[in-house]
């Protein structure tokens, strides 16, 4: 089992920045790909980005080139910074993990999921 603890959500103004962090603990030895979700009122939820332990991303188009993610493996820890936020960036931030070595985009392919954080950007 991986339990993992999302934080750093909040509200900001549109073009602000925000960085998320996920702690994770348990069987957090072997490989294990670590992935942030998103999911707006009403809307299904949607891949963001994605990273493996030796650092290969993946990103959803909408927020390539804004959103960076990254991991300290030391610490367990994957982040999210997120750049230059819209209002179509409001949403619930969920931290995913799964074994593997590529990051992947698909919501069913995680095993392990957080409660999620809230990201409100107002305009």
């Known amino acids: 089992q991986v339990q993992l603890v999302e934080s750093g959500g909040g509200s900001v103004q549109a073009g602000d920045s925000l960085k998320l962090s996920c702690a994770a603990s348990?069987?957090?030895?072997?490989?294990?790909?670590m992935g942030w979700f998103r999911q707006a009122p009403g809307m299904e939820r949607e891949f963001a980005a994605a990273?493996?332990?030796?650092?290969?991303?993946l990103y959803a188009d909408s927020v390539k080139g804004r959103f960076t993610i990254s991991r300290d493996n030391a610490k367990n820890t994957v982040y999210l910074q997120m750049e230059s936020l819209k209002p179509e960036d409001t949403a619930v931030y969920y931290c995913?993990?799964?074994?593997?070595?590529?990051?992947?985009?698909?919501?069913?392919?995680?095993?392990?999921w957080g409660q999620g954080t809230q990201v409100t950007v107002s305009s």
């Open positions: 348990g069987r957090t030895d072997g490989s294990l790909v």
């Open positions: 990273i493996s332990r030796s650092a290969n991303t």
């Open positions: 995913a993990s799964r074994p593997g070595y590529l990051p992947r985009s698909k919501a069913n392919e995680y095993s392990y």
